[in-house]
């Protein structure tokens, strides 16, 4: 299993080859999986505040992004 520093990592690699800001202050919480799937990272830029966000769901068995978005304003 990865850990938060790693999801966070992977995000940031993720929104700089899309050229999406990753501003801060960043959010992150892990949800542990049930009915045998595994656990994921829920990454949001910007937290708590208006504008542009960046939005990443990270598999943390494999590291797998499994949905990136970006809210521009």
Same mark, same amino acid.
């Given at each position: 299993m990865i850990d938060n520093d790693t999801a966070l990592e992977?995000?940031?690699k993720r929104a700089e080859e899309n050229g999406w800001p990753f $501003? %801060?202050?960043v959010?992150? %919480?892990?949800?542990?999986g049930w009915? $045998? @799937?595994? $656990?994921?990272? %829920?990454?949001e830029t910007s937290a $708590?505040?208006?504008?542009s966000k960046s939005?990443? %769901?990270?598999?943390?068995a494999t590291g797998q992004i499994l949905s990136a978005a970006?809210?521009? @304003?």
């Open positions: 992977i995000a940031r $501003g %801060e202050p959010w992150i %919480e892990y949800r542990p009915l $045998g @799937r595994s $656990g994921r990272f %829920e990454i $708590g505040m208006l504008g939005l990443f %769901e990270i598999d943390a970006y809210i521009p @304003r």
